[in-house]
């Protein structure tokens, strides 16, 4: 009976240890950089009664955030179309798909085929790399390099970015392709 009360005894004294020593922490914590204590919160004198106008102060002074934005009527979150919708990519892929592809990333907007040689026996094959600049089918929206390897043994090649036609003409492709499908896609939803 003895050793329950003295065990109770100090689980209390350990408790108010601790309580104590927490106390000068919580303390120290409300003093403010000039060493005057001070509780969290503002002074009323310094801001406007009126709610909207300290809305409008706490925007200017960069503080909070706007709830409707956030919650309600802006936008919600980001923007995650699916690669079918997106008319170039598509086209990119239907020009492209006689070769094989290395890497395909859509959220990097980029696509890199395999090495492709038309026929087994040839010592020339060609690479291409075609990167996306922005979602809208113009001129611009793509760069497209193509690498020309030839190999005079399997260990002994040279690789090299062409200028040639083979880019041009894919781009070409690729816009005219993506056209249509855009043209399809409102023949649709009409």
Sequence with gaps: MFVIKSSKIFVKFLKLS????????????????????????????????????????????????????????????GVFDFASSNELWRASLDVIDFMPLSSVNYSGGIIITDWYSSDQGSRESIKISIRFLTNEIRTDALDIKVFNKICNDSVNCKITETDGVIGKELKRKILKTATLYKEEKKNKKK
């Design 18 to 77: 601790v309580f104590l020593l927490i106390i000068p922490i919580i303390l120290s914590s409300c003093k403010g950089p000039d060493g005057k204590f001070k509780l969290p919160g503002g002074d009323a004198r310094k801001f406007p009664a009126d709610p909207a106008k300290r809305v409008e102060q706490n925007l200017k002074e960069g503080r909070g955030f706007q709830l409707n934005e956030t919650f309600g009527g802006g936008k919600k979150g």
